[in-house]
T-cell receptor, first 114, second 113 residues
Framework: DAGVIQSPRHEVTEMGQEVTLRCKPI?????LFWYRQTMMRGLELLIYFNNNVPIDDSGMPEDRFSAKMPNASFSTLKIQPSEPRDSAVYFCASKKTGENTEAFFGQGTRLTVV | AQSVTQLDSQVPVFEEAPVELRCNYSSSVSVYLFWYVQYPNQGLQLLLKYLSGSTLVKGINGFEAEFNKSQTSFHLRKPSVHISDTAEYFCAVSPGGYNKLIFGAGTRLAVHP
């Protein structure tokens, strides 16, 4: 298996622009997570899906952030409009549903908003 | 609510010395425990996990961790570190009945020659 695939690896955009981050989870994994990592706040869970349904989006910072999972093999995290403080590394992770299963992480997308 | 505390933000150590990275958690329910490692510009990968059974868990790259329920701790250890162990290490808990991981702030391990 190729693992969790995220694209793009790097994104530089201007403030106010829309940004879309993409994730392909591991086949057979039915839970998907979006995390944000910054120096100041560490690793934060933004949202997670189970069987394509959003279960907990309490970590989404504000309405500018939205996430979708239209099918079992694809998810997007969108920021519109983007702001410099959104600059971070965004990770997608997937796992088999269950409290005792580990998550597998993608390589991350480094977002810079200028 | 559940939380994870990693007591040291940075741990410098010389090559071939032993190391311990500390992790404490709080939870009102039983938890499953994990340690992940992140090398520069990489995603996180699993080092080891505690689900049940023996409280001493062995993982990859010679790391091990011990679950101590009374002290709510899950410290990570390695008897002799290598330069290649330089990375950031994250402790995480998965609360029983929940399907998500809660991470600590991370500990940066710097191994010096």
């Amino acid at each position: 298996d190729a693992g969790v695939i995220q694209s793009p690896r790097h994104e530089v955009t201007e403030m106010g622009q829309e940004v879309t981050l993409r994730c392909k989870p591991i086949s057979g994994h039915n839970s998907l997570f979006w995390y944000r990592q910054t120096m100041m706040r560490g690793l934060e869970l933004l949202i997670y899906f189970n069987n394509n349904v959003p279960i907990d989006d309490s970590g989404m910072p504000e309405d500018r952030f939205s996430a979708k999972m239209p099918n079992a093999s694809f998810s997007t995290l969108k920021i519109q409009p983007s702001e410099p403080r959104d600059s971070a590394v965004y990770f997608c992770a997937s796992k088999k549903t269950g409290e005792n299963t580990e998550a597998f992480f993608g390589q991350g997308t480094r977002l810079t908003v200028v | 609510a559940q939380s994870v505390t990693q007591l040291d933000s940075q741990v410098p150590v010389f090559e071939e010395a032993p190391v311990e990275l500390r992790c404490n958690y709080s939870s009102s329910v039983s938890v499953y425990l994990f340690w992940y490692v992140q090398y520069p510009n990489q995603g996180l990968q699993l080092l080891l996990k505690y689900l049940s059974g023996s409280t001493l868990v062995k993982g990859i790259n010679g790391f091990e961790a011990e679950f101590n329920k009374s002290q709510t701790s899950f410290h990570l250890r390695k008897p002799s570190v290598h330069i290649s162990d330089t990375a950031e290490y994250f402790c995480a808990v998965s609360p029983g009945g929940y399907n998500k991981l809660i991470f600590g702030a991370g500990t940066r391990l710097a191994v010096h020659p």
